[in-house]
């Protein structure tokens, strides 16, 4: 009779206290279909969400524009139109400088570690929710962003330092990147990236901001612009992470916490990985014939980023934000020591 009746309430107890129900998240991403870091989000990363949280965690990430414009995916998340967001703070630096200085401080930062320890450890984080709270409303909650690439500068002849840089024609991103070149004496050059291969081959520019350097050269890039700068001396694009926050608030604090894991252990098994495959590149280009793969002395890398820090500084006075950023940016890197006082 006694086990009868502990069998019963276990039942009782199983019948009042239902399964965790499933969660599938909504996610827009800065990316294109098939390209290296959805690939690996879709075919590793997904899983490993699953399995941690037994299945009760799922989430769907959606190509750059799938659902809305790629500059309005923030009012889409406050909104609730999709769950969360993907992205780079670049694309929202027409609502303000703060977000081009978040975005890709030009010249910062030696490696993607320094810039994601930046957000993980220091400032970034709270920095950019003050952000997004500033200018989109209190309706999204940061997870988590920094680089995790640095992009190479493909160069048609080579620019082996600073002083070399003086009158080159470089394609460049309208805003912060044309200010930094155009600080130490190179002609920014405006163009869309679809047109960057036949400005090379044309002579309309010297050398391109582009992208890392495994996809410069899956783009055929080298072939044509054969003394890329590697590693490189400029690019490092901030990612983020965020939810809109009555999704994030309505999760178990058990699930919150997976989340925020699985997202900080992908993007730092993605950063190895690319850094892999640029090296991987790096040394197979170095073999090709007429090819140099260009390194700058860290004296250059230090006197670009002192020039770079003039149009930091002009950037910095165009708003109350734009200064907040500037100052956390400026704090962390004089701590590690890219930036003199």
């Known amino acids: 009779m006694k086990f009868r009746n502990l069998a019963a309430g276990a039942l009782a107890l199983a019948i009042a206290v239902p399964a965790s129900a499933e969660t599938t998240l909504r996610i827009q991403t800065a990316q294109n279909a098939g390209d290296f870091v959805l690939t690996r989000f879709n075919e590793i990363w ?16 959606l190509p750059i524009g799938a659902v809305i414009p790629h500059r309005e995916t923030p009012r889409a998340v406050s909104a609730g139109i999709i769950d969360g967001q993907m992205t780079t703070a670049n694309y929202f630096a027409g609502q303000d400088a703060a977000f081009a200085l978040f975005g890709d401080l030009i010249a910062a930062y030696d490696s993607p570690d320094q810039g994601q320890t930046f957000c993980r450890n220091d400032k970034g984080r709270e920095v950019l929710q003050t952000l997004y709270d500033n200018h989109f409303g209190d309706n999204l909650q940061v997870i988590g962003c920094g680089p995790y690439a640095r992009e190479a500068l493909v160069v048609t002849d080579p620019i082996r330092t600073l002083a070399d840089m003086k009158g080159k024609k ?37 050398g391109a901001d582009a ?29 983020s992470f965020s939810l809109n926050k009555k999704t994030w608030e309505a999760l178990s604090e058990q699930h919150r916490t997976i989340i925020e894991v699985w997202y900080n252990a992908a993007y730092d098994d993605i950063r190895r990985a690319a850094d892999l495959e640029d090296r991987r590149t790096a040394a197979e280009l170095a073999t090709r014939e007429g090819i140099e793969v260009v390194d700058w002395s860290a004296e250059d890398r230090q006197a670009f980023r002192a ?17 907040m950023v500037f100052e956390a940016q400026q704090e962390y890197l004089r701590l590690i020591g890219l930036l003199e006082d």
């Open 211 to 239: 992208s890392a350097l495994v996809n410069n050269e899956a783009l055929g890039l080298h072939s044509i612009a054969k003394s890329p700068i590697y590693p490189g001396i400029h690019s490092q694009a901030v990612h």
């Open 170 to 206: 470089i394609r460049a991103p309208e805003g912060l990147a044309a200010e930094v070149f155009r600080e130490v004496g190179a002609v920014p050059v405006s163009l869309p990236f679809s047109e960057v291969y036949t400005a090379l081959e044309t002579g309309l520019v010297d």
């Open 46 to 61: 997904l899983p490993k969400l699953e399995a941690m949280s037994a299945g009760e965690l799922n989430v769907e990430l």
């Open 307 to 323: 020039a770079a820090a003039v149009a930091w500084e002009r950037a910095a006075q165009q708003s109350e934000d734009a200064a």
